[in-house]
């Protein structure tokens, strides 16, 4: 036993100490923090800077959309739309320092001129002006302005759209439906600049209408009317009510699988990888010479378990860290770490069973691609299929996953925090898929200890599967 221990102390620190292990741990945190950092500042920067004018055709009668959309493109309307959008940003801030207890100097910062100017200036927009054409100009020559190669040099006048509102848009027909409007643009005009146009041009025709009906004198409750209400929705937890986070929640099972997936194979591909360069260099015939092969195995395994405990803690850490600071720890509970070290547990000696039996066969990794792609296609499974898994964690197909070797530890901890808001995953069904990742470790190492056995001290051509088997019979 205690050279076994030696063993697994021995591949623990050659993995663990090295720069190359260091800098891997840290770079997915580095690039994720850098990521987020990253995004928020492009979208904290100044929105799509574009100057230009707006051509628009008007057919209804009177001519009565244009005017709405030249006031609601106009420099007044913009800088309002901007100033009551920042308002309403303001708003929510307060909220949001009211609720997690912020001290008062969050408040102030909110309120200070110099946010005032940095908001205004993430929502500067474009700077389009209107140019109004007659109802019978040339629609086709209108549209040519818009080509690539008719541009203006001068950006403040080149055509960037071209608005056509037809009468019967304001109008109805005779089967009483309305029609649309067109809108042409400039190629590879910003998407934000095209829904800006869409929606000053589909409320313009909205108001235009009302305008021209027998409910004129009652738009304005027309509107309250149709404006659809949008729910504040708040979850009930422990500690009183906060806002909830829906799409997040649904993300907790992926984060638990992922950090098993991660830890597992890393520290798996680890033992795969040392083993082959032990074999090939001939250093695993002077291992041979102090321990015996199973004893070399066994210490191989439980050192890179210890890697695979490492990076799950670290990563595990930083989540758990980054949902501290958003005060979001209430969406974690603690028998759901404790059951996913106890499935990491079962997961690697599965895993690991596997790597070093490939290992010990095969003298370079070229060699070992054939024998893992079948490996790898089944454990890849989780990972295509966790979104199925769940939205229906107590389904048929994802409870009898639960019990199918090697992919069960991989459900399970998908499983149990999906079920979380609903029905929790049965005890017994728990229960049942430890024992059966326990009987399956069982199985799997003692497979993998007989071709170690037979298969690290053979070199020549690869083996196959059916070489394998033979190797298990003759161990």
């Not at 069982?442 to 394998?468: E, S």
């Amino acid at each position: 036993m205690l050279r076994t221990l030696h063993v697994a102390l021995r591949e623990f620190l050659a993995t663990v100490v090295t720069k190359g292990f260091i800098f891997g741990v840290l770079l997915l945190p580095v690039m994720i923090l850098g990521g987020s950092f990253l995004a928020k500042m492009i979208m904290s920067g100044d929105g799509p800077s574009l100057s230009g004018t707006v051509l628009l055709i008007d057919h209804t009668d009177g001519q009565v959309v244009a005017p709405l959309i030249e006031a609601r493109l106009s420099p007044e309307a913009q800088t309002a739309a901007n100033r009551a959008q920042m308002n309403r940003v303001k708003q929510m801030a307060r909220e949001k320092a009211k609720e997690y207890n912020l001290p008062p100097e969050a408040t102030d910062a909110i309120d200070n001129p110099m946010t005032d100017m940095a908001m205004q200036q993430a929502m500067g927009g474009p700077k389009l002006t209107v140019v109004r054409l007659k109802p019978d100009a040339n629609l086709e020559a209108e549209k040519a302005k818009l080509r690539p190669d008719r541009q203006s040099a001068d950006s403040a006048g080149k055509p960037v759209a071209l608005m056509i509102i037809p009468a019967s848009s304001i109008v109805p027909g005779a089967a009483g439906d309305f029609s649309t409007f067109d809108l042409f643009t400039a190629p590879k005009l910003d998407f934000q600049i095209q829904s800006q146009l869409n929606s000053v041009a589909g409320q313009s025709v909205v108001d235009a209408r009302l305008a021209t009906s027998d409910l004129k004198d009652q738009a304005a409750r027309i509107r309250k009317l149709l404006r659809q209400p949008v729910a504040e929705v708040k979850a009930v937890n422990i500690t009183g009510e906060t806002s909830s986070i829906g799409d997040l929640a649904m993300l907790m099972p992926m984060a638990f699988m992922l950090l098993l997936w991660i830890s597992t194979f890393t520290a798996g591909q680890y033992l795969l990888t040392t083993t082959i360069e032990e074999k090939s260099s001939r250093v695993m015939e002077v291992l041979l010479s102090a321990v015996s092969p199973v004893q070399l195995m066994t210490g191989k395994i439980l050192g890179q378990m210890g890697v695979g405990l490492t990076l799950l803690g670290v990563y595990a850490g930083i989540g758990a860290g980054s949902l501290a600071v958003f005060k979001l720890m209430y969406l974690i509970d603690w028998t759901n770490i404790a059951l996913l070290v106890v499935f990491f547990i079962i997961a690697f000696f599965l895993i690991a069973s596997l790597m070093a039996a490939i290992g010990s066969a095969v003298t370079d990794l070229r060699e070992a691609q054939s024998l893992m792609t079948p490996v790898m296609l089944v454990l890849m499974i989780p990972l295509v299929l966790w979104m199925p898994i769940s939205r229906n964690p107590n389904g048929a197909f994802a409870t009898t996953c639960s019990f199918i070797p090697p992919i069960s530890p991989f459900v399970m901890v998908i499983r149990i925090p999906a079920a979380a808001g609903s029905i929790p995953v049965p005890v017994w069904q728990i229960g049942l898929s430890i024992a059966v990742g326990i009987v399956s470790v069982i199985i799997a190492v003692w497979a993998a200890a007989k071709i170690f056995r037979v298969g690290v001290l053979m070199y020549g051509k690869p083996p196959n599967f059916t070489t394998l088997i033979k190797w298990l019979r003759m161990a």
